[in-house]
């Protein structure tokens, strides 16, 4: 694969994002690897956990609004028994987010999706939907993990927060210096091998099942939103911005 490194060493399965130039953006070939990934991991006996890091200054940026900006199309998200609200897999497999750096828009979902959360000091995290203009709305990974008022903060305004006020909120499970951060992943990993993993497995499948879903006309009505948002001009305007690198200019059209 060119853009993901999939190993597996002692049961324990790294997925890390490679493309450092773009801050790890997911764009649709290296959406296609990631999946192609996570699809390994679950079908591998060998690999009870997996770690989801990124290489260099990003976990990841979210997604490529400079290859939107190229199409004018942006992408539609899916809703499948495979692939949960978050984008990663329902696996009953545990998941641990090893983030560092920026975690923005699907970079944060992602996170969110996963089991356990470490996160480098030098980690940011936004949901930067609105405030680009690109997408939105993406509520219910939102409405599934925070409280109302953060909530609303995070969606609306898209401003970066940092990992010791998500550790604070209870959406991370640690915060360790830049340099120990897959050193505190593999600790955590390490935990989940000492345990009997059919043990495991069939425990998170059951808190799993109690989690919050959206409900069929709940997702018809989000899919309705975003193609309205997808057809306006200031969604052109905002991936064009982006990828000029200057302010987005809204006439709300």
Same mark, same amino acid.
């Given at each position: ?7 597996? @060493? ?6 890390? +994002? &490679?493309?450092?130039?773009?801050? &790890? ?34 976990? @990841?940026? =979210?997604?490529? $609004? ?34 560092? =750096?920026?975690?923005? =828009? ?25 405030? #680009? =203009?690109? $997408? ?32 604070? $909120? ?22 989940? $091998? ?8 069939? #425990?998170?499948?059951?808190?799993? @099942? +109690? ?6 006309? +709940?997702?018809?009505?989000? +899919? ?5 948002? &997808?057809?306006?001009?200031?969604? #052109? ?17």
């Amino acid at each position: 694969m060119q853009f993901i490194e999939y190993t597996v @060493s002692d049961r324990v399965a790294v997925i890390r +994002m &490679n493309r450092p130039e773009r801050l &790890n953006a997911l764009s649709p070939a290296m959406f296609d690897e990631l999946r192609t990934a996570f699809r390994q991991f679950v079908a591998d006996d060998d690999a009870w956990v997996a770690i989801l890091t990124g290489t260099g200054r990003g976990f @990841s940026a =979210g997604r490529d $609004l400079k290859a939107q900006a190229e199409t004018g199309n942006a992408p539609e998200p899916t809703y499948t028994a495979e692939w949960n609200i978050f984008g990663v897999p329902d696996t009953d497999k545990p998941l641990i987010a090893a983030v560092n =750096g920026y975690a923005i =828009g699907a970079g944060w979902y992602m996170t969110a999706g996963c089991d356990i959360r470490v996160a480098a000091e030098s980690a940011r995290f936004s949901m930067g939907e609105i405030p #680009t =203009g690109v $997408l939105g709305p993406y509520w219910f990974p939102v409405a599934e993990v925070l409280p109302w008022a953060v909530g609303v903060e995070f969606t609306l305004l898209g401003e970066h927060v940092t990992a010791r006020r998500l550790l604070e $909120l209870g959406l991370l499970n640690e915060v360790v210096p830049d340099d120990q951060l897959m050193d505190a992943a593999w600790r955590w990993a390490r935990k989940f $091998l000492a345990l009997p993993p059919q043990h495991v497995r069939r #425990t998170k499948a059951l808190m799993a @099942s +109690m989690r919050q879903s959206p409900a069929p006309d +709940m997702v018809e009505r989000e +899919m309705q939103s975003r193609k309205f948002l &997808n057809a306006l001009e200031d969604t #052109t305007e905002a991936a064009v911005a982006f990828a000029a690198k200057r302010p987005p200019v809204f006439h709300g059209r």
